[in-house]
Antibody, heavy 122, light 107 residues
Framework: QVQLQESGPGLVKPSQTLSLTCTVSGGSISSGGYYWSWIRQPAGKGLEWIGRIYPSGSTNYNPSLKSRVTISVETSKNQFSLKVSSVTAADTAVYYC??????????????WGQGTMVTVSS | DIQMTQSPSSLSASVGDRVTITCRASQRISSYLNWYQQRPGKAPKLLIYATSTLQSGVPSRFSGSGSGTDFTLTISSLQPEDFATYYCQQTYSAPYTFGQGTKLEIE
């Protein structure tokens, strides 16, 4: 079955760029008509959608983060990635990657990675 | 952005109880409403998508209903493993947005 795994530094300094990768195993990132998404959750708070990417490279971002976020895909490695620039303490959160079902399945996020904690601190 | 408002924010109940959580969207979202369960320290788990379709492997005691702007998640008979936080999510239009969560606690 398809599994997702986030990876990347757990500590990032303020003003620097946060970089995470999500590796998809058990299936091809390019098949099935799925989008792939990033979501984050500050400690004790709710979920915030960051953005999504299609295997073709087409992206959509949350306007609240759009100026600082880039999501990219590397189909040959079955991975997609997240970059958040100019980070502050407000970007400290658990970051999740997830698979997004096609529209006829409600665009629901059916498979999630386990999440990775990123702390922004000097 | 479409705002999602859940009620209540927290709920105390006992094993065997029937509970209902409500989610209201700030505008009509057709049937693009999903429900997730999140246990402490774990990733969210999809329970119901497209308002009322049970995700594969999810127990039938979970059900969803609604349309337009008002939606509900019902758990017919609470089990010990159901005590968790529940989130609704609209996927009608980007940016996809979540409710603030409902924490279901043991009474």
């Amino acid at each position: 079955q398809v599994q997702l795994q986030e990876s990347g530094p757990g500590l990032v300094k303020p003003s620097q760029t946060l970089s995470l990768t999500c590796t998809v195993s058990g299936g091809s990132i390019s098949s099935g008509g799925y989008y792939w998404s990033w979501i984050r959750q500050p400690a004790g708070k709710g979920l915030e959608w960051i953005g999504r990417i299609y295997p073709s490279g087409s992206t959509n971002y949350n306007p609240s983060l759009k100026s600082r976020v880039t999501i990219s895909v590397e189909t040959s490695k079955n991975q997609f990635s997240l970059k958040v620039s100019s980070v502050t303490a407000a970007d400290t959160a658990v970051y999740y990657c997830a698979r997004v079902q096609p529209w006829d399945y409600g665009n629901a996020f059916d498979i999630w990675g386990q999440g990775t904690m990123v702390t922004v601190s000097s | 952005d479409i705002q999602m408002t859940q009620s209540p924010s927290s709920l105390s109940a006992s094993v065997g109880d029937r509970v209902t959580i409500t989610c209201r969207a700030s505008q009509r979202i057709s049937s693009y409403l999903n429900w997730y369960q999140q246990r402490p320290g774990k990733a969210p788990k999809l329970l119901i998508y497209a308002t009322s379709t049970l995700q594969s492997g999810v127990p039938s005691r979970f059900s969803g209903s609604g349309s337009g702007t008002d939606f509900t998640l019902t758990i017919s008979s609470l089990q010990p493993e159901d005590f968790a936080t529940y989130y609704c999510q609209q996927t009608y239009s980007a940016p996809y947005t979540f409710g603030q969560g409902t924490k279901l606690e043991i009474e």
